[in-house]
Structure formats: structure tokens, C-alpha cells
């Protein structure tokens, strides 16, 4: 793909940046003084076991989904496992990024190629792809938050493509057995209901928030089947809890919720964001 550069080692595949510039600072130093401007650090009295949190530009989300990586202050993880929605590719299954690693303007992150090759292994469904990871924003976007937060870890990235509840189900099945026992942090990435008025919004968004909070990945694969709830990266979300049960965490908490309106001040069309934190 045009987008993927060679790495510095002979053959090494770097998938470069795709938004930055656009939904995030280009430059690393004014990149990092965003993201220290948003962090009001705060260690929780249990460790974070997964996140989910939003993937817009952050002048829009940014402050929400820094309520949820706040808890990682001094937090250390081997992995990251990011599961994301497909906003561009309509493909069958889940991509996982078959190249070597994913770039932000504060360095390169290395994937995870024995976890990858674990979880395709575990779920034939899981294909070792650069499907959904080109001009993709729904990955990267949380990456300049664990990089400033976290310092180094090995990335899995995972994009979803047609959200059916066995995929995500079974995605979350198959991350909860190869996770066992590894030091590992879960990542959803999702935005919630889409240009309705900031009233109505609230009020779809809400059926959310109390599925997280209830920790039900059911419920809420339910409702968004049913057109209760609205999030493009509901079935992420489904995934992200389902593995997260099996891993035996034992609350979900809601950290941040916001729409767009409340940066814009236009409340006719607006976006929701919600952050909420696993332990």
C-alpha cells in the first residue's frame, strides 16, 4: 500500500502516521505539550485492565479520552491490544496489521508478531492483513496518548470489518485465551451517536453509558443491533468487554462523556464521546 514506508532495519514495515496534521498535532513537541495539557494525572487504587475511548480529532474528543488515560499514570504494560472500526474498508472478519510496526510523530511502536500470530491461530476469522490499516484514523489516534503516558510497549493493532455479534464475541474470546497471563492493556476505540440534536444524543448515548457501566457486552451488542444505542465502534467495544470478562476484570466505570456541541456550541448536529476505564 502506498502509505506503509520501509523501517530502518532491512525490510522492516512502518505504517507512517496517517492524520497526523490533521486530527492531532504533526510535530512531536507541540504533540506532546497537547497531550501534558489535557493528562491531570491520577493513579487509581486498582490497575486499568482496558479503556474505551474515542477516535476523533482531539480539539473535539481529546479531553474526553484523557479522562480515561489519566489512570494509566505510572502505569507499565508489555502490550496493547487496540481494536478499532473500519471507517473506509468494508471487509469480512478482523486485520491485524501484518507489517512491523505503527508511527506517530513521538516514534515508532512495535507490533507484537508472536501475539499476532497467536490470536490467528486462536481465530481463523483474525487475518494478518493491512485491511482497514491505511488511511485509518481510528487506531492512531489513541497511540500519542499510551506513547506520553506508558513509554514503551508492543502494539497489537486490530481493525474490524463487518461487526457481526459472532465476530465480536469471538474476537473477545480468542484476545481473553492469548492474553492469559500477559501484562496487557485493552483499548476500544469508538465514537458514540452521530449528528442528531445534543438532547437527543444524550438520550441514545445514555443506553450506552449504561451498558458500560453494567459491564454487559451483550446488552449492548443488543442495542446497537436493535438501534437503541449508536457507535461506530460498538462492536470493538463488545470485543474489548467480552475479553475483559474472561480476563477477569470486574467493573467498568465511566470516566468522560461530551458531545461536539460542547466544543463547538452548535447543538443541532453534533457527535458523542464517551471514556470509561476497566479494572
Same mark, same amino acid.
Given at each position: 500500500? $502506498?502509505?506503509?514506508? !520501509?523501517?530502518? !532495519?532491512?525490510?522492516?514495515?512502518?505504517? =507512517?502516521?496517517?492524520?497526523?496534521?490533521?486530527?492531532?498535532?504533526? &510535530?512531536?513537541?507541540? +504533540?506532546?505539550?497537547?497531550?501534558?495539557?489535557?493528562?491531570?494525572?491520577?493513579?487509581? &487504587?486498582?490497575?486499568?485492565?482496558?479503556?474505551?475511548?474515542?477516535?476523533?480529532?482531539?480539539?473535539?474528543?481529546?479531553?474526553?479520552?484523557?479522562?480515561?488515560?489519566? $489512570?494509566?499514570?505510572?502505569?507499565?504494560?508489555?502490550?496493547?491490544?487496540?481494536?478499532?472500526?473500519?471507517?473506509?474498508? @468494508?471487509?469480512?472478519?478482523?486485520?491485524?496489521? &501484518?507489517?512491523?510496526?505503527? %508511527?506517530?510523530? /513521538?516514534?515508532?511502536?512495535?507490533?507484537?508478531? #508472536?501475539? !499476532?500470530?497467536?490470536?490467528?491461530?486462536?481465530?481463523? @476469522?483474525?487475518?494478518?492483513?493491512?485491511?482497514?490499516?491505511? =488511511?485509518?484514523?481510528?487506531?492512531?489516534?489513541? /497511540?500519542?496518548?499510551?506513547?506520553? /503516558?506508558?513509554?514503551?510497549?508492543?502494539?497489537?493493532?486490530?481493525?474490524?470489518?463487518?461487526?457481526?455479534? *459472532?465476530?465480536?464475541?469471538? /474476537?473477545? *474470546?480468542?484476545?481473553?485465551?492469548? +492474553?492469559?497471563?500477559?501484562?496487557?492493556?485493552?483499548?476500544?476505540?469508538?465514537?458514540?451517536?452521530? @449528528?442528531?440534536? #445534543?438532547?437527543? %444524543?444524550?438520550?441514545?448515548?445514555?443506553?450506552? +453509558?449504561?451498558?458500560? *457501566?453494567?459491564? &454487559? =457486552?451483550?446488552?449492548?451488542?443488543?442495542?446497537?443491533?436493535?438501534?437503541?444505542?449508536?457507535?461506530?465502534?460498538?462492536?470493538?467495544?463488545? %470485543?474489548?468487554?467480552?475479553?475483559?470478562?474472561?480476563?477477569?476484570?470486574?467493573?467498568?466505570?465511566?470516566?468522560?462523556?461530551?458531545?461536539?456541541?460542547?466544543?463547538?456550541?452548535?447543538?443541532?448536529?453534533?457527535?458523542?464521546?464517551?471514556?470509561?476505564?476497566?479494572?
Amino acid at each position: 500500500m $502506498k502509505n506503509m514506508r !520501509r523501517g530502518d !532495519r532491512a525490510g522492516e514495515r512502518i505504517r =507512517p502516521a496517517s492524520v497526523a496534521g490533521k486530527f492531532y498535532p504533526g &510535530d512531536a513537541r507541540e +504533540l506532546a505539550r497537547d497531550i501534558a495539557g489535557m493528562i491531570h494525572s491520577e493513579k487509581p &487504587d486498582s490497575p486499568v485492565r482496558g479503556i474505551i475511548a474515542p477516535h476523533a480529532g482531539y480539539p473535539y474528543s481529546g479531553p474526553t479520552a484523557a479522562l480515561a488515560y489519566a $489512570k494509566l499514570a505510572q502505569a507499565a504494560y508489555d502490550v496493547v491490544v487496540v481494536v478499532a472500526p473500519s471507517h473506509r474498508e @468494508f471487509f469480512e472478519g478482523v486485520s491485524v496489521y &501484518d507489517g512491523d510496526a505503527y %508511527a506517530t510523530p /513521538l516514534g515508532s511502536i512495535p507490533v507484537d508478531a #508472536d501475539l !499476532r500470530a497467536a490470536l490467528c491461530a486462536a481465530a481463523p @476469522f483474525v487475518r494478518s492483513s493491512p485491511k482497514g490499516h491505511g =488511511p485509518e484514523h481510528a487506531v492512531e489516534v489513541h /497511540l500519542p496518548f499510551l506513547q506520553s /503516558l506508558i513509554g514503551k510497549f508492543s502494539l497489537l493493532p486490530l481493525v474490524v470489518g463487518h461487526q457481526t455479534p *459472532e465476530t465480536c464475541y469471538g /474476537l473477545g *474470546e480468542a484476545l481473553g485465551t492469548v +492474553l492469559r497471563g500477559r501484562n496487557a492493556l485493552l483499548v476500544a476505540s469508538t465514537d458514540l451517536s452521530h @449528528f442528531h440534536a #445534543d438532547t437527543e %444524543a444524550r438520550e441514545i448515548d445514555s443506553v450506552m +453509558l449504561g451498558d458500560v *457501566e453494567a459491564f &454487559d =457486552p451483550r446488552a449492548l451488542m443488543a442495542h446497537i443491533a436493535d438501534g437503541s444505542a449508536e457507535a461506530c465502534g460498538g462492536g470493538p467495544a463488545v %470485543a474489548v468487554m467480552t475479553a475483559l470478562k474472561v480476563l477477569g476484570a470486574s467493573r467498568f466505570e465511566v470516566a468522560g462523556y461530551a458531545t461536539s456541541g460542547d466544543v463547538t456550541g452548535d447543538r443541532g448536529r453534533v457527535v458523542g464521546y464517551m471514556s470509561a476505564v476497566a479494572y
